[in-house]
């Protein structure tokens, strides 16, 4: 079947619509193909597009999860123990598929995005197995990235990734045995005790800005936008602003609009009435949108307040995005790097070949 399928495959000139199965099965399909297409779609609830069960047929072959005898596929102990969500086994096969050292680079990049991954993932494929091209490097990683998000091992905000505690629970739980499928142990404690450490600074940066007076969470306010590009910032008085603390110009390509700031130095959670005083008070500022910044959360449905269709934009920033701001443009906090030195597998596995091949020769 797959192979008949394939042979339709058509070219970018003349491609095929394969998106509805219920149409080119029967079309394209006859006798023993055209059953079995029918049956993977009719029995899978018209979820599987069987046009796309390669990959499929290939995983089961390689992992062994199905036997023959006599020209037929017979489920064995192996594809009964996938079915049944074997730990064992699925530890295994997960082994097998990197993600010990997905889940490792993840714990060591707080808030990873693909790109900050890439590097470290193509070096551990280029050791470990024949892929070879930067776009098998990416997609391997999206594929497994999202694997692991569905499976709440990894969290995804936005673009960034983020270990969950079942995560770093799963990852330890592999043997030291799968040592080359996995990072050292070591290397892992001492990622987590990173991450640990980092957690508690936040924290702490957290509480010391609670602390500050008013004003001088303000000012502090508009240091971080300075650093973020923002020109001409100033504090506003105390006193008849309109409940405006900041104001503040930004470049958008070859325009410069005013942006007013509400700074809210407080955990609690912030409602719809203050967003709509802030807006109110935008035209005093000649300003075309605002920004509110607090340490707290928002209340549900303040987002849709902020972006209402025909009202000036509203940017909220709670305390956990301050936070990362604040840590990214290094506002009170400071950097120090970790080395971690590790021995690079691929440049010997490259070395061995040489050698054997120049063996080879000589003999």
């Keep these: 079947m797959i192979t008949a399928i394939h042979d339709q495959t058509g070219t970018p000139q003349n491609p095929v619509d394969w998106s509805d199965p219920d149409t080119w099965i029967a079309e394209r399909l006859s006798g023993e193909h055209a059953r079995l297409a029918t049956k993977?779609?009719?029995?899978?609830?018209?979820?599987?597009?069987?046009?796309?069960?390669?990959?499929?047929?290939?995983?089961?072959?390689?992992?062994?999860?199905?036997?023959?005898?006599?020209?037929?596929?017979?489920?064995?102990?192996?594809?009964?123990?996938?079915?049944?969500?074997?730990?064992?086994?699925?530890?295994e096969l997960d082994a097998g598929e990197g993600i010990p050292k997905i889940l490792s680079l993840v714990a060591e990049t707080p808030q990873a995005k693909r790109s900050d991954l890439i590097d470290d993932w193509g070096a551990y494929l280029l050791a470990v197995s024949k892929f070879s091209t930067q776009k098998v490097f990416?997609?391997?990683?999206?594929?497994?990235?999202?694997?692991?998000?569905?499976?709440?091992?990894?969290?995804?905000?936005?673009?960034?990734?983020?270990?969950t505690d079942s995560g770093l629970s799963y990852l330890k739980s592999f043997p030291e045995s799968a040592a080359d499928r996995k990072p050292s142990s070591q290397r892992t404690d001492v990622a987590l005790a990173v991450r640990a450490f980092n957690e508690a600074q936040i924290e702490a940066l957290r509480r010391r800005l609670m602390g500050l007076e008013p004003y001088a969470f303000e000012h502090f306010v508009k240091e971080l936008l300075e650093a973020m590009d923002y020109e001409n910032v100033e504090v506003t008085r105390q006193s008849g602003d309109k409940g405006i603390d900041v104001v503040a110009n930004y470049q958008f390509g070859i325009t410069e609009i005013?942006?007013?700031?509400?700074?809210?130095?407080?955990?609690?959670?912030?409602?719809?009435?203050?967003?709509?005083?802030?807006?109110?008070?935008?035209?005093?500022?000649r300003a075309i949108r605002g920004t509110i910044i607090t340490l707290g959360p928002?209340?549900?449905?303040?987002?849709?307040?902020?972006?209402?269709?025909?009202?000036a934009p509203i940017t909220l920033i709670d305390g956990d995005r301050l936070l990362e701001l604040v840590v990214k443009h290094q506002i009170g906090v400071r950097r120090k790097p970790v080395d971690l030195l590790e021995v690079d597998e691929a440049f010997?596995?490259?070395r061995s070949v040489v050698v054997e091949a120049e063996g080879a020769d000589e003999n």
Aim: charged share 30%; with cysteine.
């Design 258 to 285: 005013t942006e007013v700031v509400q700074v809210k130095r407080t955990e609690s959670t912030i409602g719809r009435r203050v967003i709509d005083e802030l807006r109110g008070a935008l035209p005093y500022h």
């Design 298 to 311: 928002f209340a549900r449905g303040v987002e849709e307040s902020a972006l209402f269709p025909g009202a």
């Design 40 to 91: 993977v779609w009719i029995d899978s609830g018209k979820t599987v597009n069987p046009r796309h069960v390669y990959g499929c047929y290939l995983f089961i072959n390689r992992l062994n999860l199905l036997g023959q005898s006599a020209n037929r596929y017979v489920l064995g102990d192996r594809g009964e123990r996938f079915l049944a969500d074997d730990p064992a086994l699925l530890q």
């Design 348 to 350: 010997f596995a490259d």
């Design 138 to 163: 990416g997609d391997t990683l999206r594929r497994r990235l999202l694997n692991l998000v569905e499976r709440g091992l990894v969290e995804r905000d936005g673009n960034r990734y983020s270990i």
